[in-house]
């Protein structure tokens, strides 16, 4: 079964950090774009992140540029999102998907989506 899944999510104090890892199962995320989404409570999902397939170009949305990073290891199969400075307002479920196009936030241009992962910013 073709799927992607991500790990690392928690409960965090603000201030805090954490990394999220997206990996796949039964197929390789190497020539893929993969691109990070957020769902909040009661909110639409948003995107968060993006990076191509070569790891040399990224995106991010405004609320999280310079604390958020995104990065891939290819010799791992893996991309990861390091998140530091959270706030509270970054608590959501946290999805990673891949596309075999470039960077969007765009959802219908994903071909594979994880599960999500639950990220709490809390005190």
């Known amino acids: 079964q073709l799927q992607l899944v991500e790990s690392g999510g928690g409960l965090v104090q603000p201030g805090g950090s954490l990394r999220l890892s997206c990996a796949a199962s039964?197929?390789?995320?190497?020539?893929?774009?993969i691109g990070w989404f957020r769902r909040a409570p009661g909110k639409k999902r948003e995107g968060v992140s993006c990076?191509?397939?070569?790891?040399?170009?990224?995106n991010y949305t405004d609320s999280v540029k310079g604390r958020f990073t995104v990065s891939r290891d290819n010799t791992k199969d893996t991309v990861y999102l390091q998140m530091n400075s959270l706030k509270p307002e970054d608590t959501a479920v946290y999805y990673c998907a891949a596309t075999f196009l470039d960077c969007s936030d765009n959802e219908s241009f994903y071909n594979y989506w994880g599960q999500g992962t639950q990220v709490t910013v809390s005190s």
């Open positions: 039964g197929f390789t995320l190497n020539y893929d774009a």
């Open positions: 990076i191509d397939s070569s790891g040399r170009n990224t």
